[in-house]
């Protein structure tokens, strides 16, 4: 989605996302995620290029779309944590083909190029300075863990972010979601602001 932002008339693009978990085994799970991130980004890069005031050849995705003045902001359940492929992918902006989450079998032929795209991206909950301190953003009875991003390009940066309970509220109750909580994810709420 594309939105303006009422103070400095920037553009803003907006991805909200849930990567697919409920393969038959993890690999495939993470093969899968891995492959929808790739087309996810693949595309956001090509909307933004398209829509791109500052860029005057809106046909081409260039190696670098932070060039222009939009901001991006990718949020949502991508069902993977910080060690995970996809993770790293989105956080790096490159995968090796040779990464051993990409399954390589009859189904799967290997890759034989890298994956990359081309956003410079910070995770709002999960920089050197702010760090939510809960360890997951998800939590049911066999699983746990932090699943759930909001990523910001470089054009913006992180303001604040919502103030989680202590994590003896989430555990007050065997697993989420709870009496007190309707989901099995913690929701999670950044304000952002355009870097001058």
């Known amino acids: 989605m594309l939105f303006e932002d009422q103070l400095t008339k920037r553009d803003i693009t907006l991805v909200n996302t849930h990567l ?6 993890v690999a495939e799970n993470f ?3 891995i492959f929808q991130a790739e087309i996810m980004m693949d595309r956001l890069a090509k909307f933004t290029s398209a829509n791109n005031s500052d860029n ?17 902001i990718i949020c ?3 069902n ?9 992918f989105l956080k790096n902006g490159n995968l090796p083909a040779q990464h051993p989450d990409i ?13 990359w795209h081309p956003f410079t991206l910070k995770n709002a909950f999960k920089q050197d300075d ?24 470089e054009n913006l940066s992180t303001k604040s972010i919502l103030e989680l309970h202590e994590t003896e509220v989430y555990e007050e109750e065997t697993a989420l979601p709870s009496s ?3 989901s099995d994810h913690i929701m999670l709420l950044a304000d952002v602001v355009f870097k001058k």
């Open 20 to 25: 697919y978990w409920g393969c038959r085994t």
């Open 76 to 78: 949502g359940d991508f």
């Open 180 to 182: 007190m909580f309707g």
């Open 31 to 33: 093969q899968l995620q």
């Open 56 to 72: 005057s050849n809106s046909n081409t995705t260039s190696q670098n779309s932070n060039s222009n003045s939009m901001g991006v």
């Open 103 to 115: 399954t390589r079998d009859e189904i799967n032929p290997p890759c034989e190029e890298d994956m």
């Open 80 to 88: 993977g944590e910080e060690h995970g492929a996809t993770f790293q």
């Open 130 to 153: 702010r760090d939510s301190g809960l360890p997951y953003s998800a939590k049911t009875v066999a699983f746990q863990g932090w699943i759930d991003h909001i990523w910001l390009n």
